[in-house]
């Protein structure tokens, strides 16, 4: 069984900074593409950022494009989400998610295990 938990999450002045983290157990972490995706309050899921299993190919969306990146470290399997400069518009409950097989993808149906998720909320 796969297991995901996301930290990191907090509040922070616009313009901040913070990483979150997703710790993955279950199976071989390596193996698999990872993505980020956030809810905001009375939205539906978006994409925010995925990355392929050796960290040699990424997609962002536009929203946080040159703002936010995302890394994954397989020694520890974990990966992360560097958010800096960031806006109010990005506060949001943000998911960590596994894709169970297949190429990396910003198409949420992709993803199979998914994470509790963690608050982060930017205030102006």
């Known amino acids: 069984q796969v297991q995901l938990v996301e930290s990191g999450g907090g509040l922070v002045q616009a313009g901040g900074s913070l990483r979150l983290s997703c710790s993955a157990s279950g199976r071989t972490f390596s193996s698999y593409v990872m993505g980020w995706f956030r809810q905001a309050p009375g939205k539906e899921h978006e994409f925010v950022a995925a990355v392929n299993w050796n960290d040699d190919d990424t997609r962002y969306a536009d929203s946080v494009k040159g703002r936010f990146i995302i890394s994954r470290d397989n020694a520890k399997n974990t990966v992360y989400l560097h958010m800096n400069n960031l806006k109010p518009e990005d506060t949001a409950v943000y998911y960590c998610?596994?894709?169970?097989?297949?190429?990396?993808?910003?198409?949420?149906?992709?993803?199979?295990?998914w994470g509790q998720g963690t608050q982060v909320t930017v205030s102006s």
């Open positions: 998610a596994q894709r169970q097989s297949g190429p990396i993808s910003t198409l949420r149906l992709f993803y199979t295990y």
